[in-house]
T-cell receptor, first 112, second 121 residues
Framework: AQSVAQPEDQVNVAEGNPLTVKCTYS??????LFWYVQYPNRGLQFLLK??????LVKGSYGFEAEFNKSQTSFHLKKPSALVSDSALYFC??????????FGSGTRLQVQP | DTGVSQDPRHKITKRGQNVTFRCDPI?????LYWYRQTLGQGPEFLTY????????KSRLLSDRFSAERPKGSFSTLEIQRTEQGDSAMYLC???????????????????FGPGTRLTVT
């Protein structure tokens, strides 16, 4: 069975500071990893994905994620946080099946 | 707006009633997924379609739940004899898999609709 863990319910960061949202995964076979963001009253929006290749993946809105196979992690990062980045972030994994398995989410609060 | 749309956005129903939700995917997308999200949790997979064929169902999808995608375009999710535990946000997502790559290993990102919030009283 595949699973995703987001160990932090909430991450607080000051505007302009770098941010990291953590994600670890467990799968059989090759992991396909995704990050989504959810704003209030809006659907999940795709940020980025790792399929194969470079361990550093760049996505939308200046976000990037680092795939680390030995640590089974896929942490989301941004060099300089914006207040508008405040939202709920979900890490997801897809392995043998077609559906995504999501983590429980991490709320990011960026303070001005 | 050419994104995934869902109708209704909110539904309040009494326990025991049947409800039906609709999802219209992005027009060229051949895969359609249903997920359920409860407060404080990530979405949980329910079922998915490739064109009109329902290819996978989660164990979460009890006999009271049924989904259809009759013409390979929009989909409906029906819940019969609703229970309070059915209260959740029901999310629809779609993705596109090019012809000839069916069953291929490369996953394409899923695009989500705004969801239908169901409250069972």
């Amino acid at each position: 069975a595949q699973s995703v863990a987001q160990p932090e319910d909430q991450v607080n960061v000051a505007e302009g500071n770098p941010l990291t949202v953590k994600c670890t995964y467990s799968v059989s076979g090759n992991p396909y990893l995704f990050w989504y963001v959810q704003y209030p009253n809006r659907g999940l929006q795709f940020l980025l994905k790792y399929i194969t290749g470079d361990n550093l993946v760049k996505g939308s809105y200046g976000f990037e994620a680092e795939f680390n196979k030995s640590q089974t992690s896929f942490h989301l990062k941004k060099p300089s946080a914006l207040v508008s980045d405040s939202a709920l972030y979900f890490c997801a994994v897809r392995s043998l099946g077609r559906a995504l398995t999501f983590g429980s989410g991490t709320r990011l609060q960026v303070q001005p | 707006d050419t994104g995934v749309s869902q109708d209704p956005r909110h539904k309040i129903t009494k326990r025991g009633q049947n409800v039906t939700f609709r999802c219209d995917p992005i027009s060229e997308h051949n895969r359609l997924y249903w997920y359920r999200q409860t407060l404080g949790q990530g979405p949980e997979f329910l079922t998915y379609f490739q064109n009109e064929a329902q290819l996978e169902k989660s164990r979460l999808l009890s006999d009271r739940f049924s989904a259809e995608r009759p013409k390979g375009s929009f989909s409906t999710l029906e819940i019969q004899r609703t229970e309070q535990g059915d209260s959740a946000m029901y999310l629809c997502a779609s993705s596109y898999l090019p012809k000839g790559l069916a069953g291929g290993p490369i996953p394409h990102e899923q695009y989500f609709g705004p969801g239908t919030r169901l409250t069972v009283t």
